[in-house]
């Protein structure tokens, strides 16, 4: 290993949400070339300075050959991409010799013991994590609980916000603290650590080898998201139809929604279940040493994150382009 930082970074899901703030994080460092595997018939519009490599997905000496010589293999996928299609693709980047490989697991601090039997979610993430470490591969998992503007933005199945209507639905009693992390932050946590040197002096990328590198913007309630929309908007409680809806209720509809084929109502499960005065996952940052300070992050301003999500939802902003 080199005392230099790493300089080949791919992504898959370049194109996405997440995926931009990836690579555009990326190229502001100077330092890496970034390669976006793309569908070969791919419409997304990928920024500037990023190689696309047309990868079919289907084949997977396709994807070994657009892995060759990366070193370090970012995945963000869509949760409607096929359910074996992680593992393909980690399995290719270990037969490509790829070093390290950031999975698709960008939500919540996980253990195999804090996971519960019927915690599909958890599974999941615990399968993507060990899908990347691969005998060749080591994992670098970053968890930053949920994205913040994606999750504001996305309506009232997530944080329980539809913005423009001027609705919301408090769980509970809305007071309820979760960690959130905004996507530039969790864009310059990917830039920091592997600009990093690969090894030699601490910290360095190494170290976290088959670890996790938690991170996190903000810890708010939805009260406290509230009154930040009310100083970006100019608006007061009386402005806003305000309900308040059990989390217990809200796991119950979620799950009955879900069985009905409506993928919304699994929405409901996640979120529901984060903000429950029982769930210790939720508000990791409390009590979790996070990795801000060794990535040099930013203290970051909430208004201003809000006042992101608001620009985006009155721009007509859709979080599931073509459903």
Same mark, same amino acid.
């Given at each position: ?10 992504i ?30 791919? @419409?997304? =519009?990928?920024?500037? #300075?990023? @190689?696309?490599v ?6 997977? $000496?396709?994807?070994? =050959? ?30 490509a ?22 915690d599909?979610? #958890? ?6 994590v ?7 591969s ?13 999750s504001l ?24 603290t979760v960690?959130?992390?905004?996507w530039? @932050?969790?864009?310059?946590?990917l ?23 938690p ?8 009260r ?9 908007l #100019? ?12 989390v217990?209720?809200r ?8 069985? =009905?084929? $409506?993928?919304?109502g ?7 279940s ?18 801000? $300070? ?6 970051? $301003? ?22």
């Amino acid at each position: 290993m080199s005392t230099k930082p790493i300089t080949r970074v791919a992504i898959v899901g370049a194109t996405g949400h997440i995926g931009q703030v990836f690579a555009q994080s990326l190229l502001q460092t100077g330092q890496h070339r970034v390669t976006a595997l793309t569908r070969e018939d791919s @419409q997304g =519009k990928l920024p500037d #300075g990023v @190689q696309a490599v047309p990868v079919n997905y289907e084949d997977d $000496d396709s994807i070994i =050959k657009a892995l060759d010589g990366q070193q370090f293999l970012v995945i963000t996928l869509s949760a409607r991409a096929p359910q074996d299609l992680h593992g393909r693709i980690t399995a290719a980047a270990g037969k490509a010799g790829v070093p390290y490989i950031m999975p698709n697991a960008y939500g919540y601090p996980l253990s195999p013991e804090s996971v519960k039997d019927y915690d599909t979610y #958890g599974k999941t993430i615990l399968s993507r994590v060990a899908e990347a470490q691969n005998g060749v591969s080591s994992s670098v998992t970053l968890p930053c609980g949920i994205w913040y503007e994606w999750s504001l933005a996305c309506g009232e199945q997530w944080f329980g916000f539809t913005i423009n209507d001027r609705k919301v639905t408090f769980f509970d009693d809305g007071a309820r603290t979760v960690s959130v992390s905004t996507w530039n @932050q969790c864009g310059r946590a990917l830039a920091a650590l592997v600009s990093l040197p690969e090894s030699g002096s601490t910290p360095a990328l190494a170290d976290f080898k088959n670890k996790e590198v938690p991170i996190n913007s903000f810890r708010v309630s939805q009260r406290d998201m509230l009154d930040s929309l009310h100083r970006v908007l #100019g608006t007061t409680d009386s402005d806003w139809e305000i309900r308040h809806e059990s989390v217990a209720k809200r796991l119950a509809d979620g799950a009955e929604e879900l069985a =009905k084929g $409506d993928f919304t109502g699994y929405a409901k499960m996640l979120y529901g279940s984060l903000f429950s005065k029982t769930s210790e996952a939720g508000d990791f940052a409390r009590t979790m040493q996070l990795a801000n $300070d060794i990535l040099g992050l930013p203290k970051e $301003d909430l208004d201003e994150a809000t006042k992101r999500v608001a620009d985006m939802v009155a721009g007509g902003w859709v979080p599931f382009p073509g459903i």
